[in-house]
Nanobody
Framework: QVQLVESGGGSVQTGGSLGLSCAAS????????MAWFRQAPGKEREGVAA???????TYADSVKGRFTISQDNAKNTLYLQMNSLKPEDTAMYYC??????????????????WGKGTLVTISS
């Protein structure tokens, strides 16, 4: 059974930084896509960043240049480094995982596995 556990959320002021982690277990296939999504109160969930098993990455326009997605395959852990944070980055952040790479991953397609989320709050 695939399990994803996020950590690292918290509260910071505008302009600050936070790093999120997602520990994955139970996924046995070579190809994968791992992504970060977020959902703010009253808003739809949106894809923030994704990385696939080939190392290709994609970012939402709203976070380009501020967020960096990375992975440590040895630790089966996904990361999201968030810099220059803004109040509009406030949301519950979720880690997700799926089997599709390339175009599908870049479009956040087919993510059957999800973590429970970690809350990020940015104060002005």
């Amino acid at each position: 059974q695939v399990q994803l556990v996020e950590s690292g959320g918290g509260s910071v002021q505008t302009g600050g930084s936070l790093g999120l982690s997602c520990a994955a277990s139970g996924y046995t296939y070579n190809n994968y896509c791992m992504a970060w999504f977020r959902q703010a109160p009253g808003k739809e969930r949106e894809g923030v960043a994704a990385i696939d098993s080939d190392g290709s990455t994609t970012y939402a326009d709203s976070v380009k240049g501020r967020f960096t997605i990375s992975q440590d395959n040895a630790k089966n852990t996904l990361y999201l480094q968030m810099n220059s944070l803004k109040p509009e980055d406030t949301a519950m952040y979720y880690c997700a995982m799926g089997p599709y790479t390339g175009w599908a991953c870049q479009n956040y397609y087919g993510m059957p596995y999800w973590g429970k989320g970690t809350l990020v709050t940015i104060s002005s």
